[in-house]
């Protein structure tokens, strides 16, 4: 039965005899197709049928299913305020729904269009007694009409209360969200929420804080960081979690950290920490000894800090890079150091680093080596064109396609001909970025691909080529036209005898180089 035929069902007299009736188990059949098929918005339809006996109960039971479907809270509105209720209907509920039942209707008639009934189902939430509707009371504080909103206000004061602790914190997302829309000043009402939770509850916030998700430890940890004490929980707790803003705000009380949390600050693995930590200890006077051992760190941010607070020689940057290379140490700071100091005269010791165990290490000194010595990275990065490593092999593509020499181009073809199927792909990058007429006949070959993955992909980028031609002021020389037609003759006819796409996507291609 489709949800159309139940709406015709229910609205029919509830009878066992005659067309125009509907039996009981009809009826509790079509709710049921209604709560499994049907979406948040069927609720307004079945309103009405909330004071129908023998059904309302399963009708109730119904609303609630679909309530449950709205996973949005920015999509409660749009499907629950036109629901047709009343005041009256609101006292009805409280005489025959209870329980859960009882709660989703007070939370949709919170949602509702009428500010009186509004008004009326947050009176009614305000003593429920349910935690869930600390989310609905929070919603309406921010309403258009002050009454609501006054009425929400008082209302949540019910459930400033430690049994609705769990609650209140699990709603502090959706509380820092309402702030949002400013149509209420809202800062005293959540200072005191918050310092109900973070201060005269704050043992039950630090025994639960690492259950919370992010978002929730933020907002907790940046109001309860206002007034740490020296070895306080808090801090010990802050440092030892995953998320480096939270970690950050223990800079704030340096002066407390003892020595061991202060070195586990400038080994954060976070460089925004570390870098904070350097900061606080530029006044101090091992600063200068300290900096130092970090002029090669993985952050280009600490790095160039450390420079500038040393004021050394470019030579003498270049030669601490070096030594660090030599003995193995902080390899990738060391490579993107030399770089970025531009000692040219290292780049035959950067490129030793292309045979290096670790894949990160090749790929940073390619980088490297890009900025240090072209011709050199143009000879490794052809060599590495096809390796299986896929950072490495990207990098040696993002510089390659900006020096399409035709030894590129012959590597690129050969690759894309007798390659594994990832080297494949990246090679239709490739020519997808050098972009010209050079590479027209090679993604039209790439159409034809016997794996479909490579077909598809060089359809794209076939596509992509053709809106980018317009902008190719020059016309294919002889040899390159001659290769594109032959090129496309045969790709046509595979196109015909195989249907790849629906469409044969080099139907027209001929516009852009007769």
Not at 30 to 44: D, E, K, R, T
Not at 291 to 300: G, K, Q
Not at 367 to 377: H, N, P, Q, S
Request: hydrophobic fraction near 40%; include cysteine.
């Amino acid at each position: 039965m489709e949800i159309g035929q139940c709406f015709i069902e229910l609205r029919k007299p509830t009878g066992n005899q005659g067309a125009g009736f509907a039996s009981p188990e009809a009826k509790l059949q079509a709710l049921s197709i209604i709560a499994q098929n049907g979406n948040p918005g069927y609720i307004w339809h079945l309103i009405p049928f909330l004071k129908e006996n023998p059904i309302q109960q399963e009708v109730c039971d119904a609303i609630v299913v679909l309530f449950r479907k709205i996973k949005n809270k920015k999509d409660f509105y749009p499907f629950l305020k036109h629901c047709p209720l009343t005041k009256a209907d609101l006292d009805h509920y409280f005489r025959y729904f209870q329980g859960e039942q009882f709660f989703t209707l007070l939370a949709i008639a919170s949602l509702n269009g009428s500010g009186f009934v509004r008004e009326r189902a947050v009176e009614m939430l305000s003593v429920s007694g349910d935690p869930k509707a600390i989310q609905f009371l929070i919603y309406r504080m921010a309403d258009w009409v002050s009454s609501v909103r006054q009425a929400a206000l008082l209302g949540l004061t019910n459930y400033r209360k430690p049994e609705f602790l769990g609650a209140l914190v699990e709603n502090l997302e959706l509380l820092d969200w309402i702030q949002e829309v400013e149509r209420v000043d809202l800062s005293r009402f959540y200072t005191a929420m918050m310092n109900f939770i973070t201060r005269q509850n704050r043992a039950y916030v630090l025994d639960h804080f690492t259950e919370y998700p992010d978002k929730l430890r933020i907002i907790l940890a940046s109001y309860m960081a206002r007034d740490l004490g020296e070895g306080t929980r808090e801090i010990e707790l802050f440092m030892q979690d995953r998320h480096f803003q939270i970690r950050m705000l223990v800079l704030d009380h340096f002066g407390k950290l003892s020595p061991e949390n202060t070195g586990r600050l400038l080994h954060d693995k976070s460089a925004s920490v570390r870098l904070q930590a350097l900061y606080r200890l530029k006044n101090s006077p091992e600063f200068e000894a300290l900096i130092r051992n970090y002029l090669a760190d993985s952050s280009a941010a600490i790095r160039n800090f450390a420079r500038f607070s040393l004021k050394l020689t470019r030579p003498q940057y270049a030669e601490i890079y070096q030594e660090n290379l030599r003995q193995n140490l902080q390899i990738e700071g060391s490579l993107w150091g030399l770089a970025e100091v531009k000692a040219l005269e290292s780049a035959s010791l950067v490129a030793g680093f292309l045979q290096h165990e670790k894949a990160r290490v090749r790929k940073m000194a390619l980088l490297a080596l890009i900025k240090l010595d072209e011709e050199k990275a143009f000879s490794l990065a052809l060599e590495n064109l096809d390796s299986n490593q896929p950072g490495l092999r990207n990098v040696a593509i993002e510089f390659l396609a900006g020096m399409p020499r035709e030894e590129v181009l012959s590597k690129a073809r050969r690759c894309f001909r007798e390659g594994k199927r990832t080297v494949q792909l990246s090679m239709v990058k490739l020519f997808y970025k050098i972009g010209g007429w050079n590479v027209l006949a090679d993604l039209i070959e790439g159409t034809i691909h016997p794996d479909e993955g490579v077909r598809n992909l060089s359809l794209r980028h076939l596509q992509a080529w053709k809106k980018r031609a317009v902008t190719l002021f020059s016309r294919p020389g002889p040899d390159e036209l001659e290769r594109i037609r032959e090129s496309l003759k045969m790709a046509q006819k595979a196109h015909q005898e195989n249907q790849y796409f629906r469409e044969n996507p080099l139907t027209g291609l001929e516009f852009y180089f007769r």
